[in-house]
């Protein structure tokens, strides 16, 4: 067991890591492209992110963005509806899309040599969505089944919703979620939706990456084909997303659920994506609820056996504030009120003295091992080229981030800590056993 201890690096390197070639233009109509080759790889990925989210909705008019998640496979001018998943699973591929508070992004992998049908199949949509009364009629109501079935019927399936309220004020622009409001969705027209996409969906509000087994002359090729002569569109403009100061007032609630466990969530108003902080911030919270070593779980759930399991996460919201949520299951004999107190006693102690060298080796080694392997697919690595790009406008992000995180040292995450993690600055939200909701 000592040789082991002993093997445990004291420093991470970057030495061996992989540089991702990056070819980065835009189409005259503002349609950003990003194309990685990568010839060793099966297939193809097709990611394209349009620049909408949750938080551009409206108090009123919230899951219009979700929504489109779903119209978007309703059918277009050629395509009827479901042909498009069912085209591209044809050719052996796979195709899916997700709704962010701050991007709807549409992706699908597949051979190369049905990298010509996918892009078609997404200007055809991009240029030509069907979006009449039936169509979302239709697809409200499988929306309204989804909330159902993922968010009103799953124990803590309101905790986001909770946590949102909970956070951030009302008419601030991530208060909801992306799923949205069913009573919203009730009451907008037709003309509501439409107007929705024709002020997000189009190529001046669109980044396609292409990552895999493509070269870059056929990418350009290809997309100019297909996406070259489609409209700008007029610039969205997004709204203001002011910063929210930390919490004064101990925000508080307490809900009964039927839950097969109490649950405590201790939540902080934390930096945007873009803030210096930022990288800092995400070390600490793994190194308190990341993995069996990390110190809430060594001390909570296997030295003290307070708690049956512990997590800490951070929306990562780009815009104005995000929120850092630290999550408590309690064992069965022990009171919820028994987990605050060491879990605040755990951020002071971080705080105060920062992580020690062999801690924090460990987890910027946990950090890199995820980072490489999430870029190792081709459909991962298109998706983070989006990401660098849509919050950064920086795809060349993807290869220089590691080395930021990397060099971050122990004063660093310990500032990051007392900055944006005051025991005295957390709301809590606490689920009771009961039937109330």
């Known amino acids: 067991m000592q040789a082991v201890r002993e093997a445990i690096p004291t420093t991470v390197t970057s030495a061996q890591r992989t540089h991702y070639p990056i070819i980065d233009t835009t189409l005259a109509n503002g349609l950003r492209l990003l194309v990685n080759p990568d010839p060793l790889a099966p297939g193809v990925a097709v990611n394209l992110w349009y620049g909408v989210g949750s938080r551009d909705e409206t108090v009123g008019a919230t899951g219009f963005a979700h929504l489109f998640e779903h119209l978007m496979f309703a059918g277009s001018a050629q395509?009827?509806?479901?042909?498009?998943?069912?085209?591209?699973?044809?050719?052996?591929?796979?195709?899916?899309?997700?709704?962010?508070?701050?991007?709807?992004?549409?992706?699908?992998?597949?051979?190369?040599?049905?990298?010509?049908?996918?892009?078609?199949?997404?200007?055809?949509?991009?240029s030509s969505l069907r979006v009449d009364e039936e169509n979302f009629t239709?697809?409200?109501?499988?929306?309204?089944?989804?909330?159902?079935?993922?968010?009103d019927n799953?124990?803590?399936?309101?905790?986001?919703?909770?946590?949102?309220?909970?956070?951030?004020?009302?008419?601030?622009?991530?208060?909801?979620a992306p799923i949205g409001s069913m009573a919203d969705l009730?009451?907008?027209?037709?003309?509501?939706?439409?107007?929705?996409?024709?002020?997000?969906?189009?190529?001046?509000?669109?980044?396609?990456?292409?990552?895999?087994?493509?070269e870059v002359e056929t990418a350009h090729e290809l997309v100019g084909r297909y996406f070259g002569q489609l409209p700008a569109g007029t610039p969205a403009g997004r709204e203001q997303c002011p910063t929210l100061p930390p919490h004064h007032d101990h925000a508080e609630l307490t809900v009964q659920r039927e839950v097969p466990r109490p649950m405590l969530h201790l939540g902080w108003r934390t930096p945007a994506l873009d803030h210096p902080d930022?990288?800092?911030?995400?070390?600490?919270?793994?190194?308190?609820?990341?993995?069996?070593?990390?110190?809430?779980?060594?001390?909570?759930?296997?030295?003290?056996?307070?708690?049956?399991?512990?997590?800490?996460?951070?929306?990562?919201?780009?815009?104005?504030?995000?929120?850092?949520?630290?999550?408590?299951?309690?064992?069965?004999?022990?009171e919820l009120s028994a987990l605050t107190e060491p879990i605040l006693a755990h951020l002071e102690r971080l705080a105060a003295n920062?992580?020690?060298?062999r801690e924090l080796a460990r987890a910027k080694a946990?950090?890199?091992?995820?980072?490489?392997?999430?870029?190792?697919?081709?459909?991962?690595?298109?998706?983070?080229?989006?990401?660098?790009?849509?919050?950064?406008?920086?795809?060349?992000?993807?290869n220089h981030e590691l080395d930021e995180i990397l060099a971050i040292g122990a004063e660093q995450v310990a500032q990051a800590t007392r900055t944006w993690l005051h025991p005295e600055h957390c709301s809590a939200l606490r689920y009771l056993i009961g039937t109330t909701r």
């Open 354 to 357: 920062g992580p020690d060298t």
């Open 154 to 176: 799953v124990p803590y399936g309101d905790q986001l919703m909770l946590l949102l309220e909970l956070n951030f004020p009302a008419g601030y622009p991530y208060r909801h």
């Open 186 to 214: 009730d009451a907008a027209t037709l003309t509501d939706v439409q107007a929705f996409h024709q002020r997000w969906y189009h190529p001046g509000n669109a980044t396609l990456a292409l990552s895999g087994a493509v």
């Open 138 to 151: 239709t697809q409200r109501e499988v929306v309204k089944e989804e909330k159902r079935q993922r968010y």
């Open 278 to 334: 930022r990288l800092a911030l995400d070390i600490a919270l793994a190194l308190l609820g990341d993995g069996q070593s990390a110190r809430l779980n060594r001390d909570l759930v296997r030295e003290r056996q307070l708690a049956e399991g512990i997590g800490c996460l951070d929306l990562g919201l780009a815009r104005g504030s995000s929120l850092a949520v630290i999550s408590a299951r309690p064992r069965e004999d022990v």
């Open 366 to 398: 946990g950090i890199e091992r995820e980072w490489l392997a999430g870029l190792a697919p081709v459909d991962r690595r298109a998706d983070q080229l989006n990401f660098m790009t849509g919050h950064f406008d920086d795809p060349e992000r993807i």
């Open 79 to 126: 395509v009827a509806s479901g042909e498009h998943l069912t085209a591209i699973q044809a050719v052996g591929g796979s195709a899916n899309a997700t709704t962010g508070f701050d991007r709807t992004n549409y992706f699908q992998t597949v051979g190369p040599q049905a990298l010509e049908l996918a892009l078609w199949l997404e200007s055809e949509r991009m």
